[in-house]
Every structure is written in structure tokens, then in C-alpha cells.
């Protein structure tokens, strides 16, 4: 797996807050200026830029060049790698999940026989 | 969808470390004692009791109850939620790749006809 500690570890590190998870959610509507994104979170402007500066910092948001507003854009690629992380330990929960299954149909036939009850 | 935002925010801190994540590797191929997982680290008893705690309280690692040796186990409902929260974000990242192929076939063929160079 070709994923990069360092980009893992600030991708991470950004997506532990609940807010900045909100605002990605909001931008991946479509992209938004600070002001836009300020308004439905109830945040002031300088606690929306910090947000959006770590966001931009662990490759979560783009910012454009338009002098004024510089409207943020979501940046989905770290979001598949943390994807592509996670997808690795698929066959520990799905396994976990096939024991549970075996464990409740042992509970519920103590007899060991097929039946319906 | 039915994800706890606390939960989230601990989980996403405990993986913002290479080391933690490295623990989790280790673990999705079994069980292990802190002892164990020291070695190949080459980390102290410590530092590795430390970075257990941060998991355990995350729940991505659970302990068993042996008096002296207290294994530690992976518990990867987390690291399934972790993905369910990415996939979200799939057609974002989906769409930008289909921008980009569409971008370069385009590069590719200025004059727009559907040639092979």
C-alpha cells in the first residue's frame, strides 16, 4: 500500500473534530467561501479560517485565488486513502462479524439440530 | 448515518500516529501482549502500555483479563466505521477522477475527434 505516514498522521489528526468533519460534509455540496461556511455552523469568521487551515494543511481543502474570497473547495483524495486504510482491516471486522453470527445460531439451536425456532 | 461524533473524534486522534497504526497492523494478525509488541518496535514497556491506552480508549484495542500478561486484541468495529464515514465521500472523489480522465482525453485530443494518438 503506497499511503504516506506523515500525510495519514495530519489527515488524521484534522478529521478529529467534528467540525471540521461538518465543514468537509458542507463542501463536498459544493465549495464555499469562509463567510458561506461560517454562517450554519454558527462559528466566527477567525474560528472558520483555523478550521479551514488545518483542513488545508492535511490536503483536506483547497483554497482558490479569487483576491476577496478565496473559496474553499474539498480535496478528496486523502479522504479515499483514508478509505484505502481502513478497507485493510475489512476481513478483521467481517470475520468478527461471521463468529457473532455463528455464536448466535449456536445460542439459539442448543441442540445442534437445523431447526426453525 | 449513525455515527457517533465523540466516538469519531477519539478514533481519528488515536490513528493520527504512525506508531498506533503500526500497533494495529500488528494486532490484526492476532493477539499480543505489550511485551510482544515492544519488540519489533523497538519501543519501551512504557511507551507501548501508553499507546495501548490511547487505543483501548479509542475502542480500537481491547484487553483480556490474564492476570500478568493481559493480551491486547484489535476491535475493528471502529476502523468499519472509519470506512463507512470515508465511503461517503466516494463520488467526490470518484467525480474528480472522472473530471481528470475527461481533462486528459481532452488534452489529448485538441481538435476533438476520437482518434487513437
Chains 1, 2 share one sequence.
Not at 29 to 53: C, R
Not at 67 to 89: F, G, H, K, M, N
Request: one cysteine or more; a positive charge.
Amino acid at each position: 500500500m503506497l499511503l504516506d505516514d506523515d500525510a495519514l498522521d495530519s489527515t488524521f489528526a484534522a478529521l478529529a473534530n467534528s467540525t471540521r468533519r461538518a465543514i468537509l460534509a458542507r463542501l463536498a455540496e459544493g465549495s464555499a467561501t469562509v463567510k458561506e461556511l461560517a454562517a450554519p455552523f454558527d462559528l466566527t469568521l477567525p474560528a472558520v479560517s483555523k478550521h479551514i487551515k488545518v483542513l488545508e494543511r492535511a490536503g483536506l481543502v483547497r483554497r482558490g485565488h479569487l483576491a476577496q474570497t478565496r473559496p474553499c473547495a474539498i480535496e478528496a483524495s486523502r479522504l479515499r486513502d483514508v478509505s484505502t486504510w481502513a478497507e485493510q482491516y475489512r476481513s478483521v471486522w467481517e470475520s468478527r462479524f461471521d463468529q457473532m453470527g455463528a455464536y448466535l445460531m449456536k445460542m439459539q439451536m442448543p441442540d445442534g439440530t437445523k431447526g426453525t425456532r
